[in-house]
C-alpha cells in the first residue's frame, strides 16, 4: 500500500518524501499535504492523512465515513484522514491525494498544467469573524 501511495504522491511536480515523526510524509513546496499513518500511536488502522480545502474533510467525511475521518493532531486544521487497509478505491485516494496536494501549493503555482484560461484553485482563508482588522498604515 506504501509503494502505491508512494508512486501517486511522487508523480505529482515537485514532490519529495522524507520522514516526519517516523512516518513516510510528502511535501510539495516546502509544505506538507500528506502523511502515511502506519498504525501510528495505536491507531485502529492504515491510512493517509491529507491536507484539504476548507469544507472538503466534512463533506468526504459525511459522505462517506467508512472510508475517510478526522484524523488526531491535525483533524482540527481540515486535515482528512483516508482509510488504505479496507480495500481503497485507489482512483479516490489518487484524486484527494492530488486535491491535498494542490491545496497546499503556493499560490502561483495552482492550476498550472490546466490549459490557458483555466481558473486557479480556491484559496483556503478563515471566517471574516477570525481575521484581524486591518492596521492604519498612516502611521
Not at 501549493?105 to 471574516?128: D, F, I, K, N, S
Request: proline share 9%; aromatic share 8%; net charge positive.
Amino acid at each position: 500500500m506504501l509503494a502505491r501511495l508512494r508512486r501517486i504522491a511522487l508523480a505529482l511536480p515537485g514532490t519529495s518524501e522524507k520522514l516526519s515523526h517516523g512516518e513516510p510524509t510528502f511535501w510539495a513546496g516546502g509544505r506538507m499535504f500528506a502523511q502515511l499513518d502506519n498504525h501510528h500511536h495505536g491507531a485502529p488502522h492504515l491510512s493517509v492523512w491529507l491536507a484539504m480545502p476548507l469544507g472538503a474533510q466534512e463533506a468526504l467525511v459525511y459522505q462517506d465515513p467508512k472510508r475517510f475521518f478526522v484524523p488526531p493532531y491535525v483533524g482540527g486544521r481540515g486535515w482528512v484522514g483516508v482509510r488504505l487497509d479496507n480495500r481503497p478505491s485507489w482512483k479516490t485516494v489518487e484524486k484527494v491525494v492530488r486535491e491535498a496536494y494542490e491545496c497546499r501549493l503556493p499560490l502561483p503555482r495552482r492550476g498550472r498544467g490546466q490549459g490557458e484560461g483555466a481558473r486557479a484553485q480556491p484559496v483556503r482563508t478563515r471566517p471574516v469573524s477570525e481575521t484581524a482588522a486591518p492596521r492604519d498604515r498612516r502611521r
